[in-house]
């Protein structure tokens, strides 16, 4: 994976209550409608950076914002069309603000802010509006004809129908990205990346550019959009003077700003990279950025601004914009470096089969950021982890950064606290008053292990091949790096290293592990259905071979009190004992290659789910209010000027609203 998304959206994780006492003036929550729930990130340790760090932050922030544009258009043909048009209307509307009519409008406008357009970002299906057809055309009819950007030859009329149908018809391109193989998935995704042209052609189009024995390959059709013209294909590339240049002269302006103030010169000869790349749109010199970028890890102020993940895009080719603005946590980052350069006493002491250790084992090295901007894609909706460049052959030769963002992970868990999760799942107080405590800490070093250490462990026996585990390798590789995890979070080296105070704080993850893959995790797959996807079967895997082997010493129990279910664990040192041991069985399987064992551990254990015990777990998560999906605000950036213009300070707001931060990032940059 390489963006990592949040779980703990669903209720999965639980947070620290000190923490939520010393931040009990800053308020998380923002603004509640459908199935979304927008919440504010604090930006820690701001203050404390030097005013060029500052300066750097904001010029960055404005680059970011400057990109906002592309990703409407990106997400859909009329998105921009439509935003004025909606937000005129919520603006001006003159009659009852509380009237039904109303209400469901404000919900269908908030709703494609956050998608940054029509579609929804996660199910990328159409919005469907709550509101009436008359309702919207009396208002259009309010709406002056200058404030409407006709295209040459259209009516208002026109304009009109072709806006009823966006919204009211849910036939008219119904889904941003199709994932029908059946079908031709480009005619079929709305998304902007393509117009008419179809599959066979976009394909025909790339494979005739691509040169298969290239060991350095650019990421074809990253950076444009495929049309035909005159009957022939051909793509538009996002560059200055191609599609999107407004919006780019801008985002250049932002970084050529941000350069005036870099920390060093790798930092100042990456930008410069990266406005060449955007001045020209050659991918080339887009792969000489990625790995200097890669290779910079002295900067404590770092960005990404550009076109980068591809899911938008139905053949996995086309990057969304977007921008996530940070800086490093060293705090935090001491952590994950405490633990990397501790890799080789891991290595030695794990409990596998010594011939299965790796003689000399390299940590990954991995930092924790403060996110402080977040743009396109990135926003409202957000990960908590990214690990860029995504070319395979920069990650092979020049290695990739793997980055936390720990004050978004925070903000979730703070917000979250409260929800009645840990109430209705958790098997009495004292277990709860502990996660309360311990949870937060825990799992993120449970994070830290696993992506630093787990799974950089280990070695193949001579002439096994990487992949002998075909269809299950995902799922037994997430495992071995959980199982790493697990077994060294009660270990004393822990304390030793600095990283974790409480011997005993590693029940807290212990039992939110169990308590996850026996049951909570099972919330987000539908009644009826198997455990599918790699990490869950993992999670599984572990939690129910430990309950079955840990059976006759009673090491954990599922128990029953009013007719609920509850996951109770009597002996945590026998659970540890436990996960070592399937660790070391799992190492085996890999080394060996045995994909017959492998197999049948994934079957027994990963993939069925009691239906009984599913219902009961829905049952009860309906019962909570935990909104499925999260999203983010950004702080506001206020620059501070002394009488002769020189920036003196920036400062961070905290309290503006989600619709006047919306309408206000239109205010500012509308540049398309
Ligand atoms: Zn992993």
Redesign the pocket.
């Known amino acids: 994976m390489k963006k990592i998304l949040p779980t703990i959206a669903l209720g999965s994780m639980l947070a620290l209550q000190v923490q939520a006492a010393e931040n009990k003036d800053f308020n998380y929550h923002v603004d509640n409608f459908a199935d979304i729930e927008v919440l504010r990130y604090e930006v820690p340790e701001f203050n404390s950076l030097s005013l060029q760090q500052k300066k750097m932050l904001y010029y960055l922030s404005q680059a970011a914002q400057a990109g906002r544009d592309i990703i409407w258009d990106q997400n859909g043909r009329y998105n921009l069309r439509l935003r004025p048009v909606l937000e005129y209307i919520y603006v001006n509307f003159d009659g009852d603000r509380n009237s039904a009519e109303f209400k469901a409008f404000e919900t269908y406008m908030k709703q494609v802010w956050f998608g940054n357009g029509i579609y929804h970002h996660y199910s990328n299906d159409k919005f469907t509006p709550g509101f009436s057809q008359t309702f919207f055309d009396s208002e259009f009819a309010k709406i002056p004809a200058s404030r409407l950007n006709l295209s040459e030859g259209e009516s208002t009329a026109d304009f009109q129908a072709l806006l009823d149908k966006i919204i009211f018809d849910p036939t008219f391109m119904p889904k941003k990205v199709s994932q029908d193989s059946s079908k031709d998935v480009v005619t079929e995704s709305a998304g902007n990346l393509y117009e008419g042209v179809t599959q066979q052609e976009v394909e025909d189009y790339y494979n005739a550019m691509k040169d298969p024995a290239d060991l350095t390959p650019i990421s074809y059709g990253l950076n444009s959009k495929v049309v035909k013209k005159d009957g022939k294909v051909t793509e538009e590339v996002y560059h200055l003077n191609g599609l999107y240049g407004p919006a780019i002269a801008k985002i250049i302006y932002w970084l050529d700003m941000a350069k005036s103030v870099a920390e060093n010169d790798a930092q100042r000869e990456y930008i410069t990279k990266l406005i060449d790349f955007y001045i020209t749109g050659d991918l080339k010199l887009f792969d000489e950025y990625s790995i200097l970028w890669a290779e910079d890890t002295k900067s404590d102020v770092d960005f990404v601004n550009g076109f980068i993940e591809s899911y938008n895009d139905p053949l996995g080719m086309t990057g969304s914009w977007e921008s996530y603005v940070n800086f490093k946590n060293r705090e935090a980052s001491a952590r994950t470096e405490a633990i990397s350069s501790n890799a080789q006493w891991f290595e030695d002491h794990s409990p596998i089969n010594p011939i299965y250790r790796k003689p000399e084992v390299k940590g990954v090295s991995a930092k924790v950021i403060t996110a402080s901007y977040l743009a396109g894609d990135a926003f409202p909706s957000t990960a908590i982890g990214i690990n860029l460049p995504n070319a395979n052959w920069i990650r092979a030769a020049h290695g990739s950064k793997s980055v936390t963002l720990e004050n978004i992970t925070e903000a979730y868990a703070l917000a979250s606290i409260g929800n009645g999760f840990n109430e209705e799942f958790v098997i009495d107080k004292p277990t709860s008053d502990w996660m309360d405590k311990w949870l937060y800490a825990t799992d993120m070093l449970h994070t830290d292990l696993?992506?630093c250490l787990g799974?950089a462990s280990g070695r193949l026996a001579p002439g096994v091949d990487q992949d002998a585990l075909k269809e299950h390798g995902a799922t037994l590789e997430?495992a071995r790096?959980d199982l790493f995890a697990l077994y060294y979070l009660p270990d004393a080296k822990l304390q030793e290293i600095g990283v974790l105070s409480d011997p005993e704080a590693y029940k807290a993850e212990y039992y939110k592990y169990m308590l996850n893959g026996l049951m909570t995790q099972l919330n987000r797959i539908e009644l009826g259905k198997d455990v599918e996807e790699a990490h869950m079967r993992n999670r599984q895997l572990i939690a129910k071979w430990v309950l079955e082997k840990g059976k006759k010493d009673k090491v954990m129990e599922l128990v029953k009190r009013n007719g609920k279910t509850y996951v109770k664990i009597n002996d945590y040192k026998k659970m540890r004992t436990l996960l070592g041991q399937l660790l070391a069985e799992i190492q085996r399987i890999k080394s060996e290659g045995d994909y017959k064992a492998g197999n049948e551990l994934v079957q027994k254990y990963a993939v069925k789910i009691d239906p009984k015990l599913h219902k009961e777990v829905l049952d009860r998560y309906a019962g909570l209010n935990i909104p499925p999906y999260r999203g983010f605000i950004n702080p506001v950036y206020n620059v501070v000027k002394d009488d002769k213009g020189e920036i003196i300070d920036i400062t961070l707001d905290y309290t503006e609203s989600y619709p006047d931060q919306m309408l206000r990032l239109s205010r500012e940059n509308s540049n398309l």
């Open positions: 696993h992506e799974h997430e790096a």
